[in-house]
């Protein structure tokens, strides 16, 4: 009697762990909320105030939901669009070259980026810029044509 019991606590456990993430996505869905990426451009401009102000943005945190295990240092990785006439002005300021990103989003919390951003890039990067005079790390790629800045800084407020 005893093994009927564990086997029906286990069916019914296995339901609830299929039906709680549904209900979550319903949830989210119904209370019109996007949980995939943040559109709030002020974080943005504060860890990197030389590219401010910004139009757009789409970007992912580390810390964002429960997905991940909990860590110390903070990622914040994704696009936003630089105001008319910016990206003229850092180009004309710094030395750029042409350089794609390393990676395609391949972090866990990075993908919900995959597939956004600029159609065919061309991505230039300067290396000057990512520095900053700071001791995060960061990496800042532009598309001259959408005036889009593709980012992954670690730790940027410091």
């Known amino acids: 009697m005893e093994r009927r019991k564990l086997i029906g606590i286990g069916i019914a456990s296995g339901a609830g762990l299929v039906i709680l993430p549904a209900w979550w996505a319903v949830r989210q869905v119904a209370n019109g909320t996007d949980p995939d990426w943040h559109t709030d451009p002020a974080p943005l401009e ?11 943005a789409k970007w992912v945190s580390s810390r964002d939901g429960d ?4 860590s110390p240092d903070l990622v914040i990785s994704g696009f936003a669009r630089l105001a008319p006439g910016k990206l003229d002005e850092l180009t004309a300021a ?18 919900p ?3 956004e951003g600029p159609d065919a890039p061309q991505w ?34 410091g």
């Open 124 to 157: 230039i990067r300067s290396h000057e810029l990512d520095r900053n005079g700071s001791d995060s790390s960061t990496g800042l790629w532009f598309d001259r044509r959408s005036d889009t800045v593709r980012f992954r800084a670690l730790n940027p407020y």
């Open 113 to 115: 980026l995959k597939g």
């Open 67 to 70: 997905r991940g295990m909990p």
């Open 94 to 111: 710094h030395a750029f070259v042409s350089e794609e990103p390393t990676d395609d989003f391949s972090s866990w919390f990075e993908k």
């Open 46 to 56: 504060q860890a990197f105030p030389l590219l401010g102000p910004l139009t757009e």
